[in-house]
């Protein structure tokens, strides 16, 4: 599988690396094939959350290929070995290699056949924020991105999420101001590789406010927004 490059059969006209996928889906995550780059995990997990699609997505995680199931209506997630194990590692290493509708189901679907060994079922949120944090992904993904202002949705909850200490003083503050990029990195503890890491995780976890009108919503004169 990894000597052909990931490649898995697919319908004539479609992209690399990308199965037969929902049309919305399909053109979302095509913005990245034509870049002349695939997809980053980051990036294609944002893509099945905002389209509530369940995707399979088969990563090369150390020395195997790892199947990814997202479930974003139930938010859950699968795979073949313990989350934990896989979200305890290295990270920032992950690739995708192929993205395709989810032939596995959730649990209490009528398709029991299909449903998976109910312990290796993870609860989404704290899977998207890890990879967040700590995944490949440096920069703010593309929807957040650009001249915007960020404040965190009240009411948010991220009861048992890790985090460092100086991004929960960020959220604090951010659950009281609206800031720009510059002034999150300004922060103490904070510079622009966690400002973007907490940012997409926010995002992520439905927690973050964009707005492109508020008077802070400005990059002028610093090139720190992409």
């Not at 959730?106 to 993870?122: K, N, Q, S």
């Amino acid at each position: 599988y990894l000597a052909d490059g990931g490649a898995m059969p697919r319908p004539s006209n479609t992209p690399s690396r990308l199965g037969d996928l929902p049309e919305s889906l399909m053109q979302d995550l095509m913005r990245f094939e034509h870049q002349g780059r695939h997809g980053e995990l980051l990036e294609v997990l944002a893509a099945c959350v905002r389209h509530t699609q369940n995707l399979a997505i088969h990563v090369h995680w150390t020395d195997f290929v790892l199947t990814l199931s997202v479930f974003p209506t139930q938010r859950l997630a699968y795979a073949s070995v313990p989350l934990e194990q896989v979200l305890s590692g290295g990270l920032h290493t992950l690739e995708v290699l192929q993205v395709e509708r989810a032939t596995l189901r959730p649990p209490g679907d009528i398709e029991t056949a299909l449903v998976g060994d109910p312990t290796l079922y993870h609860p989404l949120h704290p899977v998207l924020w890890t990879i967040a944090l700590r995944g490949p992904r440096e920069t703010l993904l593309p929807e957040i991105s650009g001249q915007a202002a960020y404040r965190v949705a009240p009411g948010l909850l991220l009861n048992r999420l890790d985090m460092p200490n100086a991004m929960a003083a960020c959220i604090s503050h951010l659950r009281r101001q609206t800031c720009n990029l510059r002034e999150i990195c300004a922060l103490p503890g904070m510079d622009r590789n966690r400002a973007a890491r907490l940012l997409n995780a926010l995002y992520l976890q439905a927690g973050l406010i964009v707005s492109r009108t508020h008077p802070a919503a400005t990059n002028e004169g610093w090139f720190g927004y992409r």
